[in-house]
């Protein structure tokens, strides 16, 4: 049960189950699992997918899934036949019942089950703009394990719960995502903590996986073509790593999805590197989304976004903020729940992949709402503030903090 060992992408050694990169070429390490079928389990949400989680356990409290159903009202309006809509948030009606609205809900809770079955049971941190952190926050919350948020001014606001805190350090900065990240990995470099390591973790990647794994039972093969808004990319290697493992199993289809990764512009790091384009020198403030910008994205390594777009045939889209806006509204009018910026910006990459003629009308296309439900959830469950612990400028500051708070 729950059987894999991990392997380099790259050179194809083994590695030690909690190694992040490969130590010969830096590489993307992968977890090849025992069992080649998809043979969904008896259990909660994810954990449905038990067999292709690297975890020996579950955390029965946490682990809402993804859902997928085929579109209607969106679907006539931009005259598709068989669109599918995967929907990770908070929507009662269709059995999305994610506490903090996006696809981060995934990536939490095999994290966490993960740092639980290490001996050494170091203390999470986690920088993150606002998603990640908010959805960290909750299962750490509800098993009552040890974390430190690190996150920028600008993503308090994101940093909201339904269920009592639990043991959390929550540490904001002043800067921005970048600095919040440098000072989350000074934290995690000593002794007794651990960063979650982004793209690098394999248990993030494939619980992110599970969007693909419930798409293709419900729609009963691999899509032709999946849409998603990328700040890391993480979300698209996972899609691909999922459906390299769907096209094994053999009885989805032999034909990799094509990922179509969508960015907001201008700070839109993956988009320029895709098409070759030099990127602006300062970064725009004025951003309809202000999640996806992820300045180090795992691109070039291998294993990374570029040797997913490449195997699959796939393309990248670099989105305007009107582009973007208009496409939240057609969704929300059409399909009748409020989405966040970020799956807009795919909404309307998938509008232009239809007008530049890249999609058939009768593909079979998998478009990832990777976020909504927010004022639904606002509504009905009245989630709280979480508030800082302290607002630093220097990862000193926030050493200090942490070893007097003992
Ligand atoms: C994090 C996030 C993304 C982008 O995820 P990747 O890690 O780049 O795949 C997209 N949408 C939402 C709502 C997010 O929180």
Known sequence: MGDYVVRCVGCGSVRPPYTLVCPEDGALLRAEYA???????????????????????????????SVTYRSS??????????????????????????????????EAPPTMQRLRERCDSPTLVVASAGNTARAFANVASMTGQDLVLVVP??????LWTTVPRGRISLICVRGDYYDAIQIGERIASMPEFVGEGGARNIARRDGMATVMLEAALAIER????????????????????????????????????????????PNAPIYHEWHGIKAEACPSEDMFDDV????????????????ALADSGGD??????????????L????????????PAVAVAALANAIE????????????????????RLKEELMPEALRPDIIVSSSEEAIDFLAGRS
């Open 35 to 65: 069992l080649k079928r998809l043979s969904p389990r008896s259990l909660p949400g994810i954990w449905r997918f038990y067999d292709w989680l690297p975890v020996h356990d579950i955390i029965r409290e946490a682990g809402e899934g």
């Open 73 to 106: 009202a969106l679907s006539r309006e931009l005259g598709l036949k068989n669109l599918y809509i995967s929907f990770s948030g908070y929507w009662p009606e269709r059995d999305a019942l994610m506490k903090t609205c996006s696809f981060k809900d995934l």
């Open 153 to 158: 001014e600008s993503g308090l606001s994101r």
């Open 222 to 265: 691999l899509p032709d073509h999946y849409f998603q808004a990328v700040g890391s990319g993480t979300g698209g290697i996972s899609a691909w790593e999922a459906s390299l493992r769907l096209v094994d199993d053999g009885r989805f289809g032999k034909v990799l999805p094509r990922l179509h990764l969508a960015q907001n512009l």
């Open 292 to 307: 996806l910008f992820n300045r180090h994205p795992p691109y070039g390594v291998a294993g990374g976004v570029r040797d």
């Open 316 to 329: 990248v889209y670099g989105i305007s903020n009107r582009e973007a806006a208009d496409a939240k509204r």
């Open 331 to 342: 969704f929300e009018g059409a399909e009748g729940i409020d989405i966040l910026n970020a």
């Open 356 to 375: 530049s003629g890249a999609i058939m009308s009768d593909e079979t296309i998998l478009l990832n709402i990777t976020g909504g439900g927010v004022s």
